[in-house]
């Protein structure tokens, strides 16, 4: 089945910096991709709903890009700032009718 | 808009205890799930359902039960809770079957087993 592959795990960066966060999977007929966000304690927001037709996702404040040809999503923050701080979870559509779930990345951002 | 309610918001067992969290969503989704997150790791589904009566088992149900008892409400039981588990149980829903829906989630079941 899917795999999908979150990284990194952890990431820290300055207030203003930029924050990138990649999945890759596995498979090629993957057509729709997630990016959620969890705040601490709360519950998973949806940030983005992407389609394989997309390569270029303008969101407030980031940007998704998908590379079909290496079955990569990335989450571009741009200029964090500290409301940022949270999880990150990519999703990817696969076999089955099934979203599979990277690990996470838990960003901290830092003043 | 909708909202999904889960209870209890913390839940504390015993080893080998029985133990049951309750799903509520108003959005009248028909496919409703429930996920287990580790600290560290991504969401594991245990089980969902594609409509009401509907009951499907994910990549983890062994050791837990689920009921659908209507549309709108979605039961997952630990059936036999494991000493020191500690884990979030995540119930979500979407309008339909299909991995092109947006999953709505719930705030979470935190479970604590001393």
């Known amino acids: 089945g899917e795999q999908v592959e979150q990284r990194p795990p952890h990431l820290s960066v300055r207030e203003g910096d930029s924050a990138v966060i990649t999945c890759t999977y596995t498979?090629?007929?993957?057509?729709?991709f997630f990016w959620y966000k969890q705040e601490p304690g709360a519950s998973l927001q949806l940030l983005m709903k992407?389609?394989?037709?997309?390569e270029i996702n303008e969101g407030q404040g980031f940007t998704v890009l998908l590379n079909k040809k290496d079955k990569r999503l990335s989450l571009n923050l741009t200029a964090a700032h500290p409301g940022d701080s949270a999880a990150y979870f990519c999703?990817?559509?696969?076999?089955?009718?099934?979203?599979?779930f990277g690990d996470g990345t838990q960003l901290v951002v830092k003043p | 808009g909708g909202i999904i309610t889960q209870t209890p918001k913390f839940l504390i067992g015993q080893e080998g205890q029985k133990l049951t969290l309750k799903c509520q969503q108003n959005?009248?989704?028909?496919?409703m799930y429930w996920y287990r997150q580790d600290s560290g790791k991504g969401l594991r589904l245990i089980y969902y359902?594609?409509?009401?009566?509907?009951?499907q088992k994910g990549d983890l149900s062994e050791g837990y039960d689920a009921s659908r008892e209507k549309k709108s409400s979605f039961s997952l039981t630990v059936t036999s809770a494991q000493k020191n588990e500690m884990a979030v149980f995540l119930c979500?829903?979407?309008?339909?079957?299909?991995?092109?829906?947006?999953?709505?989630f719930g705030p979470g079941t935190r479970l604590l087993v001393l």
């Open positions: 979500a829903s979407s309008p339909d079957w299909g991995n092109q829906d947006t999953q709505y």
């Open positions: 999703a990817v559509s696969g076999e089955g009718n099934r979203i599979f």
């Open positions: 959005f009248n989704h028909d496919t």
């Open positions: 992407v389609f394989s037709s997309t």
């Open positions: 359902s594609i409509t009401e009566n509907d009951l």
């Open positions: 498979d090629p007929n993957s057509y729709y």
